[in-house]
Each structure stands twice: as C-alpha cells, then as structure tokens.
C-alpha cells in the first residue's frame, strides 16, 4: 500500500467515525447497559445462592435496578484498573493485617501507648471517586484516620505520630492511582530537588 | 474433624479476638479520633477474619461470594461512618489528644 493509499483509507475511515456519531454514542450506551444488566444478576445469584426459583422476581428487579443506575450515575467514571487492582488487593490485605494488631496491641497493652498527631497530606489525586476512595482507604490503614477531606489536602489523624507517615500516605496513593488508571506527579522528593524555581 | 474446619475454626476465633480487642481499644483510648481507630481497624480485621473463616465453610459459591460481598460492604460503611464522626467532630471544635500519652500518667 502506498503513502496516499494509505492516507486515503485513514480519511476514509476518520470520515465514518465522524459521520455517525450518534450510533457509536448509541452502541456505547447498549454497552454500558448490558455490563451493569449482566453485573445485577450476578449479584441476584450471589444474594438468592442460586436458587432457581427466584427468577421470577430478580429478572424484573434487575431491570428496574439497571434503568435506576443509569439515570442515577454522576458524571465521574469509576473504573478499576485490571492491573492495579492486582497490585492494590495483597497491599491492602496486608496492610489490614498489620493495622488490627497494631490497635489489638495498644488496647490490650496495660498503658494504651500512642503518640497521637493531626497532620495534612498533600494530595497529588485529581478531584473526583480516587480522592474519596483514597480517604477511605486511609481510614483502613494502620494507624492512619481521614478527618478532613479539602480542596488542597486530607487532614489525617494518626496514632503515632513519629512514623514516617508522609511516604508512606504517598505509597497508599501511589496504588490508588494506579488502581484509577490516573498519573499524578512525583513525591515531593523531586520538588525539593530544584528549589531555585 | 478435616483440615479445613480446623483453619476455618482458627480464623473465626481470630476474628472474635481482633473484635473484643476494638471493643477494648474503644473503652480505653483516650479521645474520640483514636477511638475511632480501634474501631474501624480491629473490626476490619475481625470481619474479614471471620467471613473467610465462614468461606472455608460455606456450601456454594454464591455463599462464598456472598460473604465476601458482606465484608466489602462492611467495610465501605465502616470507613465512611468514620470519615463522618472524625470529621464533625474536628468541625465542631472537639481538641484532639496530641502527643505522646500513657494511661498511667494521667492523674
């Protein structure tokens, strides 16, 4: 295939996308419709533990709940990453593992030792799910509480204060950044490294 | 009793343990902000100990999926209910206790 051939069938094929938009917009929609429709039954199984009998009233409760969703669905997406959600699911059931016994430890210890701070998080997130989800998250994790969702940061309340919580909140972001699917830019170890600007 | 009753059992026990130990850390910390941590942490534990205690048990997969739906719903209410409490209670005024603390040297 020569150079203008080529240059004509991407013409070509740019001008198909471009004449029907509305289809393609259509089509996503179908799309979109059929995941959630597929997604609701399954939960319907799980929910009846497959009872056979209770078609009857989860197939129209599924399409009812589908058309619900989709009128009630807010401009954010949320989608999971594949990739990172392989990476964030050990971290967090470690993470769960380590923050238990760490406030089994302090409650059942004869003095309840802690060293409690307020401390503010700069976050790298863009608005929207990822930040609410981070701020979950951090509630879940050892020693760390969210109290403070802001524009600019999340105030965070921690159990022991002398850890070094900032790299480790910026590892916790770091996955659900990944898990988002988002970039976000580097530590703050690099904005220290050129601190004539 | 099989092998897998024998785990199943150890980890529902676990999770009973991680549970009273909340219930302790809710009694004994200080002010409302750590006491939301024994809270929110122990019992994330307990319950994911506790409902993979029951998944070795469970008599199908939907059982088993269900339980693990439990746990994540669990866990979605308990950090937002969190999230809530810490964060009224920060509006409101309530003074967190800072540094480092011991139950012993209070008066």
């Known amino acids: 295939m020569t150079q203008s051939e080529r240059g004509r069938k991407m013409f070509i094929e740019s001008g198909k996308k471009e004449k029907f938009p509305m289809e393609r917009h259509g089509m996503l929609l179908l799309n979109r419709i059929f995941h959630r429709f597929l997604l609701l039954c399954l939960l319907w199984w799980v929910l009846t533990e497959g009872y056979p009998g209770s078609w009857w009233f989860g197939l129209p409760g599924v399409t009812v709940t589908t058309a619900a969703t989709l009128g009630l669905s807010s401009r954010f997406t949320w989608h999971w990453r594949p990739l990172g959600m392989i990476r964030f699911v050990p971290f967090f059931f470690l993470q769960s593992l380590h923050g238990g016994i760490d406030v089994a430890w302090r409650a059942l210890h004869r003095q309840t030792p802690m060293n409690p701070a307020l401390f503010d998080f700069p976050l790298r997130l863009p608005h929207g799910p990822a930040r609410v989800f981070l701020a979950n998250t951090v509630s879940l994790l050892p020693g760390t509480c969210s109290a403070d969702l802001s524009e600019e940061c999340l105030k965070v309340h921690v159990l022991d204060g002398s850890i070094a919580i900032h790299t480790r909140l910026q590892a916790v972001e770091e996955h659900v950044a990944a898990l988002f699917g988002l970039s976000i830019p580097p530590a703050e170890r690099f904005e220290e490294a050129s601190p004539h600007e | ?107």
């Open chain 2, 1 to 107: 009793m099989m092998f897998e009753e024998w785990i199943s059992s150890a980890l529902v026990c676990a999770g009973a343990f991680f549970y009273l130990a909340g219930t302790l850390g809710m009694l004994r910390f200080p002010d409302i902000y750590t006491r939301l941590h024994a809270v929110t942490k122990a019992d994330n534990l307990g319950l994911g100990l506790l409902a993979a205690g029951l998944m070795l048990r469970a008599e199908s997969w939907p059982a088993m999926i269900k339980l693990a739906l439990i746990w994540m719903l669990a866990l979605v209410t308990s950090a937002t209910a969190c999230y809530l409490v810490a964060n009224n209670a920060l509006r409101a005024g309530l003074p967190p206790v800072l540094g480092r603390y011991r139950s012993g040297s209070r008066p």
